[in-house]
Antibody, heavy 119, light 112 residues
């Protein structure tokens, strides 16, 4: 059974940092592109970042570029999102999700982890 | 990145069919067959319902279908059921952004 479990969310002050993790199981993690998608309270989905299977290709939304860093450790079946210089508008539930086949269709999602940026 | 355009809300009665539109440009919806649709119930993670415009993942009801014409993609739900009430989001590959994928703003489906 495919499972994605996020962790690392919490309350952080503006300007602070947080590192999210996503533990994957039930599939060959190293064969799939992975993604972070967020959803602010009461708002729609926003694609945050994508990383290819071998980390060769990495993309960011303009809203987080220069502040967030996506990475993965295929040996540990884990995906990460390092978030620096956090702003109030980064407050959201952050989901990690698997790309089904490289066509940006996300077929498995984690349960999400809440990040709250507030003083 | 500019979001794809979806209606804020649609509604229908049980047994009816409804269609949700997703309008983009030739740089995204119109230019590629990489449109996906997601269903999200309150407090839950999104679920992939349609990929590559019209393909259903295993386990998704055949009451859900997808299509595309020009720069507009559509999700049709036939035989509406109470459990279909949810938010629906489209997404598409895009060549016009540094992040090669964009979501629609979402559509709230109400089953009357």
């Amino acid at each position: 059974e495919v499972q994605l479990v996020e962790s690392g969310g919490g309350l952080v002050k503006p300007g602070g940092s947080l590192r999210l993790s996503c533990a994957a199981s039930g599939f060959t993690f190293s064969s799939y592109s992975m993604n972070w998608v967020r959803q602010a309270p009461g708002k729609g989905l926003e694609w945050v970042s994508s990383i290819s299977s071998s980390s060769s290709y990495i993309y960011y939304a303009d809203s987080v570029k220069g502040r967030f860093t996506i990475s993965r450790d295929n040996a540990k079946n884990s995906l990460y999102l390092q978030m620096n210089s956090l702003r109030a508008e980064d407050t959201a539930v952050y989901y990690c999700a698997r790309d089904r086949d490289g066509s940006y269709s996300l077929d498995y999602w984690g349960q999400g982890t809440l990040v709250t940026v507030s003083s | 990145q500019s979001a794809l355009t979806q209606p804020a809300s649609v509604s229908g009665s049980p047994g009816q069919s409804i269609t949700i539109s997703c309008t983009g440009t030739s740089s995204d919806v119109g230019g590629y067959n990489y449109v996906s649709w997601y269903q999200q119930h309150p407090g839950k993670a999104p679920k992939l319902m349609i990929y590559e415009v019209s393909n259903r993942p295993s386990g998704v009801s055949n009451r859900f279908s997808g299509s595309k014409s020009g720069n507009t993609a559509s999700l049709t739900i036939s035989g509406l059921q109470a459990e279909d009430e949810a938010d629906y989001y489209c997404s598409s590959y895009t060549s016009s952004s540094t992040l090669p994928v964009v979501f629609g703003g979402g559509t709230k489906l109400t089953v009357l």
